[in-house]
């Protein structure tokens, strides 16, 4: 059986830890389902060294970052793929541009699929 990954749209839940004496924000990403029971897919804990206003409105942008980036993750490899697809050899391809380019491209497609 192969395993597969929490389907998108993930949501955030945002919480307080303590964790050896010290306060951490906690962000739960996961489903809607998962937020409505208090748990979460993937767990981003971050310390709570600097309290500071513009620290913990930075926490919560990587947090939304991430949950971001997983609920678009299949449509820009799609994407790519559907993009990478027309760039086959010999359609001009052959300048160091268009070599890094197509490069760059089946990097980050293998990258996200895991090849």
């Known amino acids: 059986m192969e395993a597969k990954h929490t389907p998108a749209p993930w949501v955030i839940v945002t919480g307080r830890a303590t964790i050896g004496g010290h306060g951490h924000t906690v962000w739960m990403l996961g ?5 409505t029971q208090g748990i979460g897919t993937a767990v981003v804990i971050l310390p709570d060294e600097d309290d500071t206003p513009s620290a ?9 970052f991430i949950c971001r980036t997983v609920n678009c993750h299949a449509e820009l490899l799609e994407a790519l793929k559907y ?17 890094a380019l197509l490069g760059q491209a089946d990097a980050a497609i293998a990258k996200a699929t895991g090849a």
Not at 31 to 35: E, G, L
Not at 84 to 94: A, L
Request: net charge negative.
């Open 83 to 99: 993009i990478r697809s027309w760039c086959i050899p010999g359609m001009n391809w052959t300048d160091e541009i268009g070599k």
């Open 56 to 64: 913990r409105a930075e926490r919560q942008a990587t947090a939304e």
């Open 31 to 35: 489903t809607a389902d998962d937020s």
